[in-house]
């Protein structure tokens, strides 16, 4: 028979906006369990490629109650330096993890929710997705992908420069793991840079403290029925973190407009010019990963699910937590997840106490 444990709430997700979420809860004294299907400390920090770097000081990249310690030697830390930072919160806070453990379903049950997992499942009287988006690549549907002979790959899937030394490489996306990527690519291999539009580069003096703070005031003045500030979009796409601005002042960053199809050795422009290419690397983006609320069937337009603040319009007992802007202002960063995430565990709180 399989078991099935008992808790208060339950969070989906052992990274960043998990961690926040488990901070929160446990200052409320709320009984709870944090599910991570990953074997190892750090989300997705710890898939990512060898060079990313944060777009914020350490200083300006931190979870609730514990400050990011300064990477000896660099400004802007990279990924290695952040899944050392998660593992060492949640020890702190001794934060009650179980992995690797993957939940596969939530269900109604009553006046609670079951969640289903892979060695056995929990009853919650609310739960916390925080699952993020690493794990739902988004690859466009450009004519001709699957005839292309060379070799293709999401932003997921790329590690190192190295791995492409003398080929040709044309990176695809013009947002910041676009620019971070071809700017790695820069000065190893034959680069095309390709863009829906001409990249825009945010002023070199802008990093991820304005874009957090131009997120929330965007957010508030939504929530006060003000004019929409334009937020983030409206001061460009690309934080400069330093081999940004290198590889960009060198002119070694040159975006060339959106090809229209690929054949099976390169791409073809709309004007009919070819390009031969030995790989394409998808920076395309992301989609919330949510199949394991599929039971729930709340899914609205583009796969979001209808919230106000975290909390589920269509199910109160839930929360999604880093999903991004939907789910609270800049959510999808480490110095924005904070906010929401203590806005849901209070959420939570109320709940409960409501429900006696």
């Keep these: 028979m399989t078991s099935i444990e008992h808790t208060q709430v ?15 809860l ?16 750090g989300g997705a ?40 930072y998660l593992t060492e919160f949640e ?5 009650p993890l179980r992995r690797p453990v993957r939940v596969s379903g939530v269900h109604r049950d009553g006046r609670l929710l079951h969640v289903e997992t892979d060695s056995g499942s929990w009853q919650a009287r609310a739960v916390i997705s925080a699952t993020g988006t690493w794990w ?34 044309i990176v695809v996306g013009g947002g910041n793991s676009g620019a971070q990527i071809a700017a790695d690519l820069a000065y190893e291999s034959e680069l ?29 003045a939504l929530d ?42 390169g791409v073809v422009w709309a004007d009919g010019t070819m390009m031969s290419a030995d790989a394409v690397i998808w920076c395309t983006g992301f989609r919330p990963a949510l199949s394991h609320l599929a039971p729930l069937c709340l899914r609205g337009p583009r796969g979001h699910i209808p919230t106000a603040g975290t909390r589920a319009v269509a199910e109160p007992r839930l929360h999604l937590l880093g999903y991004g802007d939907w789910t609270g202002p800049a959510s999808a960063t480490l110095i924005g ?5 203590r806005d849901a565990a209070r959420e939570i709180a109320e709940l409960l106490r409501a429900e006696g």
């Design 91 to 95: 020890r702190r806070y001794e934060l």
């Design 26 to 41: 446990r200052r409320l004294g709320l009984d709870f369990v944090i599910l991570d299907a990953q074997a190892e400390p």
């Design 136 to 169: 739902r690549p988004f690859l466009p549907a450009v004519p001709g992908r699957s005839d292309f002979r060379g070799r293709q790959l999401h932003t997921v899937e790329y590690r190192s420069p190295h791995d492409f030394a003398g080929q040709k490489v």
């Design 45 to 84: 920090w710890q898939h990512a490629w060898n060079s990313l770097r944060l777009f914020s000081p350490a200083a300006y990249s931190s979870l609730p109650g514990r400050p990011m310690p300064v990477q000896t030697g660099e400004t802007y830390p990279d990924a290695s330096h952040v899944v050392g």
């Design 192 to 220: 095309t840079w390709v863009t829906q539009r001409p990249p825009r580069f945010l002023a070199d003096d802008i990093d991820g403290r304005v874009l957090f703070d131009s997120a929330t005031a965007r957010r508030r």
């Design 224 to 265: 006060e029925g003000s004019a929409d500030t334009g937020g983030v979009a409206s001061l460009g796409d690309i934080v400069a973190i330093p081999p940004v601005h290198d590889a960009r002042d060198a002119g070694l960053l040159k975006a060339s407009p959106m090809f229209v199809r690929l054949e099976r050795d």
């Design 337 to 341: 997840v904070g906010r929401p995430a």
């Design 10 to 24: 339950v969070v989906i997700g052992g990274g960043q906006a998990g961690l926040a979420a488990g901070y929160h």
